[in-house]
């Protein structure tokens, strides 16, 4: 089966590391990602720049935080929707991911904002 291209550039351990330990707590993760050597593939402030970019574009609030992932420990990113009002979520262990990755992620999540908003609308 052929990688897409993004996953061609996600460090495989970081990719075995979540599946194995995707119940640890974020400092917990990036703690043994250290012990084991990888380095970041985006920086925190990309990271930032790019959800800043994509909530103008589409007028969504995008933030960057891990406390949305406590019930979701295997999640990346998290379209949350509280009475007319949604939020994306990117967890900091995205700064791991080429920015492709990232920016496909923040799609799949707008993409459930916009069904919310058509289901909103029928209702």
Do not use: C
């Not at 019930?71 to 967890?91: E, F």
């Amino acid at each position: 089966m052929a990688l897409i291209p993004w996953e061609r550039e996600v460090p495989v351990v970081v990719a075995d590391f979540l599946r194995k330990h995707g119940r640890d707590t974020t400092q917990e993760a990036f703690d043994a990602l250290r012990v084991k050597g990888v380095s970041r593939v985006t920086s925190m402030s990309d990271l930032k720049l790019i959800a800043k970019v994509y909530s103008r574009k589409y007028r969504i609030p995008i933030r960057v935080s891990e406390e949305p992932f406590r019930d979701q420990p295997n999640a990346d990113a998290l379209y949350v929707y509280k009475g007319r009002k949604g939020v994306i979520y990117l967890h900091p262990i995205l700064t791991y991911y080429p920015e492709r990755y990232i920016v496909g992620a923040i799609e799949h999540e707008i993409e459930h904002h916009n069904i919310e908003r058509k289901w909103e609308q029928i209702l």
